[in-house]
């Protein structure tokens, strides 16, 4: 076997670059965690010495993560010993009211790979692992990460994109949230439309019991009801259905579709927000497609397969498998309102 040494060499520096990116994700993490990045956003060159006072931290552990910083370009080097945040970077790092916001992904993503061990023995066993099973950085770092999203595309272009369902949210509606999480999007919905009842359903009741409080912390208690339940199993009449990131996770997408559309009243929509993706492989061998195809083998492909059903849709499922979803539980419009580079957004109607 002949091997071409450059193709060779190119592949090692870009596996090198890869192990610094593992490694990186953590040291973003410990910049969230401890605030070096709110204290660097906008205050000009730093030694690692103001920065430590400015966060109650110890300098040389600071001046470690600053170099490690740097090489990696989060960073700039100033010279003199100093180190700043570029106001650009400041806005992903800090800001989470920015759909530019990506603090969040690194969280899912660390809080991902302690799951490691856990999903190398599944590879084995093909038995799945429940999202609550799940490293707790991944249930605070999920919502961190679409969050954004949500509160600047949700009500502004989301919402007003779907047939008829604003008018009927201003007028007051029925609002299912199926898979809410910690309660970003039902806290959004109850604040945007304040005559709307809106209901949240997890299966996840650490997640439930952590949008209780945020929703009386919020004064939207009595807009907002949260309750542990299933999605292909949740009571009651609405007349709309939401689902944000998580119809790929469950284990009978079909199952739930079907369950929407028998919980709709008549004239309702099941908004269905998933992960961007394409309809091939090839179309997701891009750097988004490579986060998403990584958090669906650490996360979702595993919650699917702890369940009933098993249909392990994947992170990367794309517009034409969920059709094909919704169509077989019943549903006769599926239509494309809106594209983000994190997420696709259907409106469907039985």
């Not at 993490?29 to 103001?50: I, K, M, N, S």
């Not at 001046?63 to 490690?68: N, S, T």
């Not at 945040?85 to 302690?114: K, M, Q, R, W």
């Not at 707790?136 to 007003?160: K, Q």
């Amino acid at each position: 076997m002949q091997l071409d040494e450059t193709k060779l060499m190119a592949f090692v520096h870009e596996a090198v670059g890869d192990v610094g990116a593992v490694l990186n994700g953590a040291m973003v993490v410990l910049g969230d965690q401890l605030g070096l990045y709110r204290a660097l956003a906008g205050a000009g060159p730093l030694t690692p010495t103001e920065l430590a006072a400015r966060t109650g931290t110890a300098e040389r552990y600071v001046r470690e993560w600053c170099l490690a910083q740097t090489a990696r370009g989060y960073l700039t080097y100033e010279g003199g010993g100093r180190f700043r945040l570029p106001d650009e970077h400041a806005v992903a790092l800090t800001d989470e009211t920015s759909p530019a916001c990506v603090i969040g992904a690194f969280e899912t993503a660390l809080g991902a790979v302690y799951a490691t061990d856990q999903v190398a023995e599944r590879f084995r066993t093909a038995d799945g692992l429940a999202w609550g099973d799940q490293d707790g950085h991944v249930h605070t770092g999920c919502e961190r990460f679409f969050r954004p999203g949500y509160l600047t595309n949700l009500t502004s272009t989301w919402i007003p994109a779907l047939d008829g369902v604003e008018e009927s949210l201003t007028r007051g509606a029925r609002v299912a949230d199926v898979g809410c999480g910690h309660g970003a999007t039902a806290l959004i919905l109850a604040e945007a439309y304040p005559a709307s009842q809106i209901t949240g359903f997890d299966g996840h009741e650490g997640s439930i019991e952590a949008a209780r409080k945020r929703a009386a912390d919020a004064g939207v208690g009595n807009r907002v009801t949260l309750e542990v339940g299933r999605a292909d199993a949740f009571p009651g009449r609405y007349d709309l259905v939401t689902m944000f990131d998580c119809l790929h996770d469950m284990g009978d997408p079909v199952g739930v579709a079907r369950h929407v559309r028998e919980a709709l009243a008549p004239g309702g929509t099941w908004l269905l927000v998933e992960p961007q993706a394409g309809d091939t492989w090839e179309d997701n061998f891009n750097p988004v497609g490579a986060a998403y195809y990584g958090f669906s083998t650490l996360l979702c492909t595993p919650s699917s397969l702890s369940q009933p059903g098993g249909a392990a849709l994947g992170a990367q499922a794309g517009e034409a498998r969920l059709t094909e979803v919704a169509k077989e539980a019943g549903f006769s419009q599926v239509r494309r309102v809106a594209d983000t580079p994190f997420n696709l957004v259907l409106e469907l109607k039985p």
